[in-house]
């Protein structure tokens, strides 16, 4: 019987786990799209919603999700710039096998697995919690300009629009705090991050919630649905608030932004079908497309240590 050396075997398992990660991704993709409830029950009504959608209206579309995922690189080269360079292209690809990752896991916490397995070289657990500042920027810009939003139109419960500020300003004051810790926490100093890089995150956080508006703003002219835009603005930043608080992973995300939307937008259309198609459009081309994208990615991945 003839023996497989074990030099041999060794390199064809690093050249395969590329392949195993996008056999695990791609099932669990399928899977979670299977079981939704929202395609489950409007499929075929959303099919030909969609199906009404011009290709050139698709094109924009698929233009603002590159230009989200281009920013969000951005983000990551400009964390990671202390402890390694990567290229942009490097960063892009990272990001999307970070989607693949995110998109079946509880409150998208694959997505730092997903990122710091394409990273080359540097210490992959520093990272993790650079990511997460990166991470945290975005919440804050989510979180004050949902605020703004609610203190503004307050889309029901009304007390919320006294409790928002305060945690706005509390999140604000946590970012910019830099903290230096000694004693036995003093082995988390290596964590902290530059207030030019903390402002640099803020700035790139916006500019990709600005392309989010622009992405539900289109969906909503392609579907023709009749809301002035002020007001849609204020109630997807309220949206995103709410959703930033709520533990959920892609798949569920999209039954809680469906409803969540049929809530915020009923008082200018009672066309439910038309809002939980808008919702799925958008759940489609920023979160399923870029799994895809990521999933596929993953068949170049070669484990190099």
């Known amino acids: 019987m003839m023996r497989i050396p074990k030099k041999q075997f060794i390199t064809w398992g690093k050249k395969s786990v590329g392949f195993f990660l996008f056999i695990v ?29 011009s290709i050139f209206n698709w094109l924009i579309l698929l233009l603002l999700m590159l230009l989200n995922f281009i920013i969000e690189s951005i ?37 730092y697995v997903g990122r710091t397995l394409m990273l080359e070289t540097g210490n992959k657990m520093l990272a ?14 989510t979180i004050v300009v949902g605020s703004f939003a609610l203190f503004v ?33 003093k082995s988390f100093n290596f964590l902290q991050i530059e207030m030019t890089t903390k402002k640099k995150l803020l700035i790139y956080s916006f500019l990709r919630y600005a392309v989010f508006m622009l992405q539900y703003s289109w969906a ?3 579907l023709n649905i009749p809301i002035p835009y002020p007001a849609l603005w204020a109630a997807i930043a309220a949206m995103f608030l709410f959703l930033s608080v709520l533990p959920t992973i892609s798949i569920t995300e999209l039954v809680i932004r469906g409803q969540i939307i049929l809530l915020l937008l009923s008082p200018w259309s009672h066309n439910s079908l038309l809002l939980i198609s808008l919702s799925t459009i958008i759940w489609a081309v920023n979160f399923l497309l870029p799994a895809i994208i990521g999933a596929l990615l993953l068949l170049g991945f070669r484990l190099k240590q």
């Not at 710039?81 to 509880?106: C, D, H, M, N, R």
Request: glycine fraction near 6%; aromatic fraction near 14%; proline fraction near 4%.
């Open 25 to 53: 991704c791609s099932v669990a993709i399928y899977r979670e799209v299977g079981s939704n409830q929202n395609l489950a029950t409007y499929g075929s009504q959303i099919q030909d919603q969609l199906q009404n959608i």
């Open 75 to 111: 983000k990551w080269k400009v964390v990671l710039k202390s402890e390694t360079e990567i290229t942009l292209q490097s960063a892009v690809k990272s990001v999307f096998v970070g989607q693949a990752f995110a998109f079946y896991t509880p409150n998208r916490i694959g997505e």
């Open 128 to 141: 993790v919690g650079k990511m997460a500042w990166s991470s945290y920027a975005q919440l804050i810009v």
């Open 153 to 185: 139109n307050p889309p029901f419960l009304p007390w919320l629009k006294w409790v928002s500020p305060f945690l706005m300003i509390l999140v604000l004051i946590i970012y910019f705090n830099q903290i230096t810790f000694s004693g036995w926490l």
């Open 220 to 222: 909503v002219h392609i």
